[in-house]
Nanobody, 115 residues
């Protein structure tokens, strides 16, 4: 079992920045893809960004140029630097990690962007 735990959410004004972290613990041999997803009120969960073990990244069009995903393999941790935040970025942000034993979700961290 792998347990991802998110941190770093909070309330920020439009145009501000936040940095999310997700640390994975448990029975980890190696982690493959890691990613961030979000769910806005009344909407389905959507992909924000993913990163492979080798560092290749993929972003949703809505966050390109504003968000940066990175990871520290030695710490089993993935980060999401969010700049120029908009009210439409509001939602619960979930971390997902993939290992040889499966795909695991964190419980989420709330990001609220006020206008």
């Amino acid at each position: 079992q792998v347990q991802p735990v998110e941190s770093g959410g909070g309330l920020v004004q439009a145009g501000g920045s936040l940095r999310l972290s997700c640390a994975a613990s448990g029975s980890i041999f190696s982690l493959n893809n890691m990613g961030w997803y979000r769910q806005a009120p009344g909407k389905q969960r959507e992909l924000v960004a993913t990163i492979t073990r080798g560092g290749s990244t993929n972003y949703a069009e809505s966050v390109k140029g504003r968000f940066t995903i990175s990871r520290d393999n030695s710490k089993n941790t993935v980060y999401l630097q969010m700049n120029s935040l908009k009210p439409t970025d509001t939602g619960v942000y979930y971390c997902n990690v993939e290992s040889s034993s499966g795909s695991y979700w964190g419980k989420g961290t709330l990001v609220t962007v006020s206008s």
